[in-house]
């Protein structure tokens, strides 16, 4: 459930056992992440060694979490102001993975957003247009996430906390104005979260455009399977390593035109 200064807090659905990793894991250089279905041992004092990491069915780094059933990518038209390239990136890697994202356009009270939620509505994304402050769309939201495990992430200061805050009575994140929580970012951990609703949330530090470049790097060869807007065009196009760029008789091009 959480990994904070070489303890892991394991949750076996009853209790939550304060792990130390078996130093044959060390050994290994596997890290437990956030997520990981685990082997352990309790040693009856409410501390235990974790033993083993069940294989993943996925993993990320930013946000460094496993086994997440879906993305919750947050974005903001009002100030910060998302750029879609940092969600085409993260929707993108997600995608790689064999992971769905969700879009969430937090803010609306401020901004509606309707410009960027047409886009991913029409690239095929579930899109939600929310607001932590009135808490319009948060039914809608529980519904998405509900009986999943889901990874909040987006940038700094669109409302990730302040989301989980609506959700969730019981739920109390700090939020903060984006300055004060870009210093604060570095030392947060990653958490999971039982809500009421039957969800599994990671709260997960905010990014900066910073972090994008030190996300993960694919082939450009694969980039075009991860847009899964180009899966109807791909294979129509006249070259078959069409870069869907600019090259000559490119069916994703004419598509988008
Ligand atoms: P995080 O960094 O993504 O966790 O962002 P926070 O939840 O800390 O929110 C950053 C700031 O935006 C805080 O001052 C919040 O009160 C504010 N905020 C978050 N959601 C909304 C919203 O839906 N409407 C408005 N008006 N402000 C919001
Ligand atoms: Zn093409």
């Known amino acids: 459930m959480k990994a904070l200064s070489g303890f892991y807090y394991v949750d076996d659905g009853q209790t939550v056992t304060t792990c130390r990793g078996r130093g044959k894991l060390r050994h290994q250089k596997v890290t437990p992440l956030v997520g990981d279905r685990v082997e352990f041992t309790p040693l009856g004092d409410g501390s235990g060694s974790l033993d083993r990491i ?3 069915k996925n993993q990320f780094f930013r946000p460094a979490v496993a086994n ?6 947050i974005a903001s038209q009002a100030i910060p102001v998302t750029d879609p390239f940092l969600i085409d990136r993260v929707a993108a890697i997600a995608q790689s993975r064999d992971c769905p994202c969700v879009i969430c356009v937090n803010k609306c009270d401020l901004e509606p957003g309707d410009d960027l939620a047409a886009i991913y509505t029409a690239a095929g994304f579930p899109t939600l247009k929310v607001s932590a402050q009135t808490g319009e769309g948060m039914d809608q939201l529980r519904a998405l996430i509900a009986g999943k495990v889901s990874a909040f992430t ?8 302040s989301i989980l805050n609506a959700l969730d009575d019981q739920v109390d994140l700090a939020t903060g104005d984006v300055s004060e929580k870009l210093g604060r970012d570095t030392t947060r951990h990653v958490e999971l979260f039982r809500l009421g609703c039957g969800a599994v949330v990671a709260d997960t530090p905010g990014f900066s455009s910073f972090d994008v470049d030190r996300m ?8 075009a399977r991860c847009f899964p807007e180009f899966a109807p065009y791909v294979d129509q196009c006249q070259f078959q390593d069409c870069a869907h760029v600019k090259e000559k008789g490119c069916a994703v091009l004419a598509a988008l035109k």
Do not use: A, F, H, T
Request: hydrophobic share 35%; no cysteine; net charge neutral.
């Open 54 to 56: 069940l294989p993943r």
């Open 68 to 73: 997440i059933d879906q993305l919750v990518i």
């Open 154 to 161: 987006g940038n700094s200061g669109v409302g990730k906390s």
């Open 216 to 223: 993960e790097l694919m082939r450009k060869e694969e980039l």
